[in-house]
């Protein structure tokens, strides 16, 4: 073999790729290969591995870009080898994440009136929030320690709406963290019942724009108001932070006027997925602060880049530029008016989707309102009682045809709602959604023709948790 192999290297002519050893033998699982692979073979048999896996155009389960134009590929593709932590080899890049800083806590109504606002950019909003959790812990054993107060048993409140980051959060901090329910009657985070789970040790409140798990936003404003009548009542100071991934870059655009950000008093950090509504490939996420004083000196360091003193911020060193480069990119090419046709077009297709599934008997819709370009659907109540097939197994049907639209069931409380999300993007046409509607029906009608029960049904009557093959609730 090790002879054939050399033969082949040596061979004059040009081999033809599907006539080489590498072909004809598995891939490497897990030790490194002795000899070297030409390129051209090593590149076919990557590529081949990746063949049968949902288009990411497809798949309706993430909120994260998938597309993004010519340009804007070109420019992250020829920065695709710049660190963009080598600030003092690459300073413009450390620039413009300071001016995309500036852009957005514009956009969320920031007060700071300091030529750079605080803030830092990130992998996503993974990291983004754990910013947010960390300076509003710190901010709160500063006072403790200051009043002679213990300062070892934070927490923080949070709807069980949570993203799956809210739990590493906890856990890697060792911040206790307390859920507010969500139920059928508060399908949102219910601000009173958050406040009445809050005390001395509460070092925030942590408000979504855009729950993963359902598309609805939190009511930040009444949230706010409790969290006043709290503080003034304790003479605290327990702050909001405001998980915004999704809504942080689709309210400025398509609810100007709607209050749940800077212009809010207790909101006093935010952050978002730059990677998601913010138009960018992944991982890029953003959290502003809505003044330096708010940003715990332990977490910031500021650095001067040609003149400018830039506060840095993070929890990663090294790290593509790329992504930022991108946002950038996409603020001057889209501008205002860009973002609101593209939020708006995504908008309307998720309204129109949501309108045509309700007109499917078999079907019910969460809510009546879509607040964010995404929504949940389940199996009409009395349908579901005499149904043969469940809504994993138009999950797997749909899949069939190349989609990705996941169901699951929700959280707490509401664990025996199994449901299905669609999150509309750039990218997702009307005539796409046309298509997947077909698809939906057709199968629908399908399953009505079933003689006997699916495998995931008999597994309901039975009782048995049914789990599904994505973590959706974890994008
Ligand atoms: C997606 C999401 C996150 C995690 O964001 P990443 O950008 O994937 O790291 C956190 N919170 C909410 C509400 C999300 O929707």
Not at 276 to 282: A, S
Not at 300 to 326: C, D, E, H, K, M
Not at 438 to 453: C, N, R, T
Request: glycine residues 6%.
């Amino acid at each position: 073999m090790e002879k054939k192999t050399k033969k082949e290297e040596s061979c004059c002519c040009d081999k033809p790729i599907f006539g080489s050893e590498a072909m004809r033998s598995s891939a490497p699982v897990d030790t490194i290969p002795q000899h070297p692979t030409k390129a051209k073979i090593a590149y076919q048999m990557v590529k081949e591995e990746t063949f049968p896996q949902t288009r990411p155009e497809l798949n309706l389960a993430t909120f994260v870009t998938t597309y993004m134009d010519d340009y804007a590929t070109k420019l992250m593709n020829e920065a695709i080898n710049i660190n963009y932590i080598d600030e003092t080899e690459y300073p413009r890049v450390a620039l413009m994440s300071g001016r995309c800083l500036n852009i957005i806590a514009n956009l969320w109504n920031s007060p700071e009136k300091a030529d750079w606002k605080a803030g830092a950019s990130a992998i996503g909003s993974s990291e983004a929030c754990m910013l947010g959790g960390v300076a509003a812990w710190l901010r709160w054993r500063e006072k403790r320690k200051k009043e002679g107060k213990p300062f070892d048993k934070p927490n923080f409140v949070i709807s069980s709406g949570f993203q799956v980051v809210w739990e590493k959060f906890a856990q890697l901090w060792q911040i206790e963290m307390r859920t507010v329910p969500l139920t059928d009657e508060h399908r949102t985070l219910d601000p009173k019942q958050a406040i009445a789970m809050c005390d001395e040790n509460t070092i925030c409140v942590v408000g979504i724009m855009g729950v993963t798990w359902t598309g609805l936003n939190d009511d930040i404003e009444a949230l706010d108001r409790e969290v006043e009548e709290f503080n003034k009542k304790h003479n605290s100071e327990m702050a909001i932070h405001v998980d915004a991934a999704s809504g942080g870059f689709i309210l400025p655009f398509l609810k100007p006027d709607y209050k749940w950000d800077f212009r809010l008093k207790w909101v006093w950090s935010i952050s978002t997925s730059g990677h998601k509504f913010g138009l960018v490939y992944p991982g890029l996420g953003w959290v502003v602060w809505k003044d330096k004083t708010y940003l715990p000196g332990d977490m910031a360091f500021s650095v001067n880049y040609l003149g400018a003193n830039i506060t840095q911020v993070g929890l990663n060193f090294s790290r593509p530029a790329a992504q930022i480069i991108g946002q950038y990119y996409q603020f001057i090419r889209l501008g205002f008016d860009g973002y609101k046709d593209i939020q708006q077009n995504s908008m309307d297709i998720a309204e129109y989707l949501h309108s045509e599934i309700a007109k499917i008997p078999v079907f019910a819709n969460y809510s009546k309102d879509v607040v964010n370009p995404l929504f949940i659907f389940s199996l009409d109540e009395k349908y579901d009682k005499k149904s043969k097939w469940t809504l994993y197994d138009l999950q797997a049907r749909l899949q069939q045809s190349g989609w990705m639209v996941p169901a699951y069931t929700l959280p707490d409380n509401l664990t025996s709602t199994v449901v299905m999300r669609i999150v509309v993007r750039q990218g997702f046409s009307r005539d796409m959604a046309d298509m997947l509607l077909g698809d939906i029906k057709v199968a629908v009608a399908e399953f009505e023709k079933l003689e006997y029960p699916t495998q995931t049904r008999i597994a309901k009557e039975r009782g048995q948790k049914v789990v599904g093959k994505v973590r959706s609730h974890t994008k």
